[in-house]
C-alpha cells in the first residue's frame, strides 16, 4: 500500500471515529461560514488545513463521506503541486479570444437575486470568502468556451479588498483552467480581477503555509466529493440554491464596507 492510500485509509478510519452513533442527535460544534453549505471552501483565519478538512469531513452523510474518499473523487485524485500533469488541458490559439471570454464572464449580469429582484447580477466576485464552487459553476454555464476545473487543497488564502480585514482563508479553491498556445491559465477574478492568469502566477497568489495539492477534473466536477473524470454537471436546484445564498451575501458584504450595493454590484462596479 503506497503512503497516499496509507493517508486515505486512516482518514477514512478517524471520519467515521468523529461520527455520532446511530440514535444518538450527537449535536457537534461545527463551526460554518455564513453560506451554511456543506461544500464550503471557507477556512477560519485560525485554522490550519487539516482542521478545516476535518471539519468539512464531520458534516458529511455517511453516502457523501464515502463519496470524497472514492478513489475517483476529485480530493482523491489530488496531487503535490510538482507532480500536476497539465498537459492534457484544452488548448486555445487566440489571447484576444480568451481576454474577450474573460471581460463576458466578469461582467455580464447573468444573475437574478430574489430578495433584488430590480437588479440584474453578476458573479457574486465581491464575496471572495466562499462560493468558488459556485461561480466555476455559472462560469462552465456561461462560457462559450470548453474549459476543465483545478481544485486546489491546503491553507490557501488571497489578499482581497472585499473584506474588512483584507484577506480571504479557503481550505479548498476551485476555478476553470485551459490551455492558451500551450501555457496552463486560470480564469479566476476572486483573485485576479483584470485578466486571466497564468496557473503558476495563481498558486503564488493563494498558496499559503504547508503541503498543498490540487487536481485538474472534468468541468462537472462541482465539490470536493464529486467525481473528478466523467462527473455529469450539478443539479440545478442545489445550484440555484447556492446562487441565491451568495448573492444575498454579496449584498451585504457591500453594506459592511460602506458602499452602495445598487452602484457596485449594479452599473458602477470597481474597475
Request: charged fraction near 20%.
Given at each position: 500500500m503506497?503512503a497516499?492510500?496509507?493517508?486515505?485509509?486512516?482518514?477514512?478510519?478517524?471520519?467515521?471515529?468523529?461520527m455520532?452513533?446511530?440514535?444518538?442527535?450527537?449535536?457537534?460544534?461545527?463551526?460554518?461560514?455564513?453560506?451554511?453549505?456543506?461544500?464550503?471552501?471557507?477556512?477560519?483565519?485560525?485554522?490550519?488545513?487539516?482542521e478545516?478538512?476535518?471539519?468539512?469531513?464531520?458534516?458529511?452523510?455517511?453516502?457523501k463521506?464515502?463519496?470524497?474518499?472514492n478513489?475517483?473523487?476529485v480530493?482523491?485524485?489530488a496531487?503535490?503541486?510538482e507532480?500536476?500533469?497539465?498537459?492534457?488541458?484544452?488548448?486555445?490559439?487566440?489571447?484576444?479570444?480568451?481576454?474577450?471570454?474573460?471581460?463576458?464572464?466578469?461582467?455580464?449580469?447573468?444573475?437574478?437575486?430574489?430578495a433584488?429582484?430590480?437588479?440584474?447580477?453578476?458573479?457574486?466576485?465581491?464575496?471572495?470568502?466562499?462560493g468558488?464552487?459556485?461561480?466555476?459553476?455559472?462560469?462552465?454555464?456561461?462560457?462559450?468556451?470548453?474549459?476543465?476545473?483545478?481544485?486546489?487543497?491546503?491553507?490557501?488564502?488571497?489578499?482581497?479588498?472585499?473584506h474588512?480585514?483584507g484577506?480571504?482563508?479557503?481550505?479548498?479553491?476551485?476555478?476553470?483552467?485551459?490551455?492558451?498556445?500551450?501555457?496552463?491559465?486560470?480564469?479566476?477574478?476572486?483573485?485576479?480581477?483584470?485578466?486571466?492568469?497564468?496557473?503558476?502566477?495563481?498558486?503564488?497568489?493563494?498558496?499559503?503555509?504547508?503541503?498543498?495539492?490540487?487536481?485538474?477534473?472534468?468541468?462537472?466536477?462541482?465539490?470536493?466529493?464529486?467525481?473528478?473524470?466523467?462527473?455529469?454537471f450539478?443539479?440545478?436546484?442545489?445550484?440555484?440554491?447556492?446562487?441565491?445564498?451568495?448573492?444575498?451575501?454579496?449584498?451585504?458584504?457591500?453594506?459592511?464596507?460602506?458602499?452602495?450595493?445598487?452602484?457596485?454590484?449594479?452599473?458602477?462596479?470597481?474597475?
Amino acid at each position: 500500500m503506497g503512503a497516499k492510500q496509507l493517508r486515505t485509509l486512516v482518514m477514512i478510519l478517524f471520519s467515521f471515529s468523529l461520527m455520532p452513533a446511530c440514535g444518538n442527535t450527537g449535536e457537534r460544534e461545527i463551526v460554518l461560514t455564513d453560506s451554511r453549505t456543506e461544500l464550503s471552501a471557507y477556512r477560519n483565519i485560525h485554522e490550519s488545513y487539516f482542521e478545516a478538512e476535518g471539519r468539512f469531513r464531520q458534516g458529511l452523510s455517511q453516502l457523501k463521506l464515502a463519496a470524497y474518499f472514492n478513489l475517483h473523487s476529485v480530493h482523491s485524485n489530488a496531487v503535490d503541486i510538482e507532480l500536476l500533469d497539465s498537459s492534457h488541458l484544452i488548448d486555445y490559439t487566440s489571447l484576444e479570444d480568451i481576454n474577450a471570454e474573460f471581460l463576458y464572464l466578469r461582467n455580464s449580469q447573468f444573475l437574478r437575486d430574489s430578495a433584488h429582484p430590480e437588479l440584474a447580477r453578476r458573479i457574486t466576485w465581491f464575496y471572495p470568502d466562499d462560493g468558488c464552487y459556485t461561480r466555476a459553476e455559472v462560469m462552465r454555464e456561461q462560457s462559450h468556451i470548453a474549459f476543465q476545473k483545478i481544485f486546489v487543497f491546503g491553507s490557501l488564502s488571497s489578499t482581497t479588498p472585499y473584506h474588512p480585514t483584507g484577506e480571504v482563508h479557503w481550505w479548498y479553491h476551485v476555478a476553470p483552467i485551459f490551455s492558451l498556445n500551450q501555457r496552463a491559465m486560470v480564469f479566476d477574478p476572486s483573485v485576479n480581477l483584470n485578466a486571466p492568469i497564468d496557473l503558476t502566477s495563481w498558486l503564488e497568489k493563494i498558496i499559503g503555509d504547508g503541503e498543498s495539492t490540487a487536481a485538474i477534473c472534468d468541468a462537472g466536477a462541482y465539490g470536493p466529493y464529486s467525481i473528478c473524470y466523467g462527473q455529469g454537471f450539478a443539479e440545478t436546484t442545489r445550484v440555484q440554491a447556492d446562487i441565491q445564498n451568495l448573492l444575498n451575501l454579496e449584498w451585504s458584504r457591500q453594506e459592511e464596507l460602506n458602499n452602495e450595493p445598487l452602484d457596485s454590484l449594479g452599473d458602477s462596479p470597481p474597475w
